[in-house]
């Protein structure tokens, strides 16, 4: 079964700076994906940024990207340029490609980030 | 833009209770789920569901829990006698046909609490 590793229970930073959310997974498969979703205090997961495994480059979506290391199934987020409204739950998610569309997302614990004004 | 939208927003319950959750998944996706999140800890897979069929479910969908696309558009979850320990938030989810698809939608969540 895969696992997904949140180690930062909650992160904090400056708005307008320049912020890394920690991911590791374990896996024995070759072929998923893997994504961030956000959640803020309304509790909808909003998707934020999405990376397939058989993609060298790193994905990224305006202010957010992700540093994707295969080998060593790590899969940090960054944010740049810190703004309020990015204040949330984070949570890192897997989901195998083996499956077609059956299997379901495996999540992280997720990492509270906070952002000082 | 289309959207997988859940009700009630907020349901209680007496234990030993039944509870039917309600979603209505973007209509052109193939792929539905359903997840939990009790408070404060990770979101948990339940049940993915395929051509009117369970495809794969996870341990915590015991025989208490059930679903069924009753009609072309819902999408329900029923819990047979409800305990304490079902109170969460219940997700909903969809993908559209095919594994090229990867992003999964949310609903907005169901908060149950069971008293």
């Known amino acids: 079964a895969q696992t997904v590793t949140q180690s930062q229970p909650e992160m904090s930073v400056q708005e307008a700076e320049t912020v890394t959310l920690s991911c590791t997974y374990d896996?024995?498969?070759?072929?998923?994906?893997l994504f961030w979703y956000k959640q803020p205090p309304s509790r909808q997961m909003i998707l934020v940024i999405r990376q397939e495994a058989y993609k060298q480059q790193n994905a990224t979506e305006n202010r957010f990207s992700v540093n994707f290391q295969k080998a060593a199934k790590s899969f940090s987020l960054k944010i740049s340029d810190s703004q309020l409204g990015d204040a949330a739950m984070y949570f890192c998610?897997?989901?195998?490609?083996?499956?077609?569309?059956?299997?379901?997302?495996?999540f992280g614990k997720g990492t509270h980030l906070i952002i000082q004004p | 833009e289309p959207e997988v939208t859940q009700t009630p927003s907020h349901q209680v319950t007496q234990m030993g209770q039944e509870v039917i959750l309600r979603c209505v998944p973007i209509s052109n996706h193939l792929y539905f789920y359903w997840y939990r999140q009790i408070l404060g800890q990770k979101v948990e897979f339940l049940v993915s569901?395929?051509?009117?069929?369970?495809?794969?479910k996870s341990e915590i969908f015991d025989d208490q829990f059930s679903v069924e696309r009753p009609d072309g558009s819902n999408f329900t979850l029923k819990i047979r006698s409800t305990k304490l320990e079902d109170s969460a938030m219940y997700f909903c989810?969809?993908?559209?046909?095919?594994?090229?698809?990867?992003?999964?939608?949310f609903g907005q969540g169901t908060r149950l609490t069971v008293v």
């Open positions: 998610a897997y989901r195998s490609a083996r499956g077609g569309g059956a299997d379901g997302l495996t």
């Open positions: 896996t024995s498969e070759s072929d998923y994906y």
């Open positions: 989810a969809s993908i559209s046909w095919g594994a090229f698809s990867t992003e999964a939608f």
């Open positions: 569901f395929y051509n009117n069929e369970i495809s794969e």
